[in-house]
């Protein structure tokens, strides 16, 4: 490509492939193989509008990011105390009746994904392992 590219977001980070972080634009004349790679990232939930400018043309595409939060559900105090120390992780201790081996794991899901303060909240509910 000989011209300019200019590649830019209303919501989030853009990094380029060297992983140098760019803010919400990139520019590049650089490249001579017709490909430039660039990373969006974003804390925020929303949609993003990426716009790819270049010789006179312009395009744009939506990347929609999703709020997510990790829940800790230890019955136990040090693992607790543990997931307080990070920003972002609901930190919840898990009640006796769903503590200890005999528990499956979608009974937990199941009564948190049901109170009523939760409800109509999560498009998603994920497990880590």
Same mark, same amino acid.
């Given at each position: 490509? $000989? ?24 520019? $590049? ?34 990347? +929609? ?10 019955? $136990? ?15 919840? &201790? ?7 081996? +005999?528990? &499956? ?25």
């Amino acid at each position: 490509m $000989d011209g300019v590219v200019t590649i830019s977001t209303n919501l989030g980070t853009l990094q380029t492939a060297d992983e140098n972080p760019s803010g919400d634009t990139v520019i $590049d004349s650089t490249s001579t193989e017709g490909t430039i790679t660039a990373y969006i990232s974003s804390y925020e939930a929303g949609d993003a509008v990426i716009y790819v400018r270049s010789m006179g043309s312009e395009d744009s595409l939506t990347v +929609h990011f999703t709020n997510y939060i990790f829940s800790l559900t230890p019955d $136990d105090e040090e693992i607790l105390a543990c997931g307080r120390r990070y920003e972002g992780v609901d930190v919840e &201790k898990r009640p006796a009746r769903l503590s200890g081996d +005999h528990v &499956k794991v979608l009974e937990l899901v199941c009564e948190i994904a049901d109170r009523p303060e939760l409800s109509g909240t999560y498009d998603i509910i994920a497990l880590y392992f």
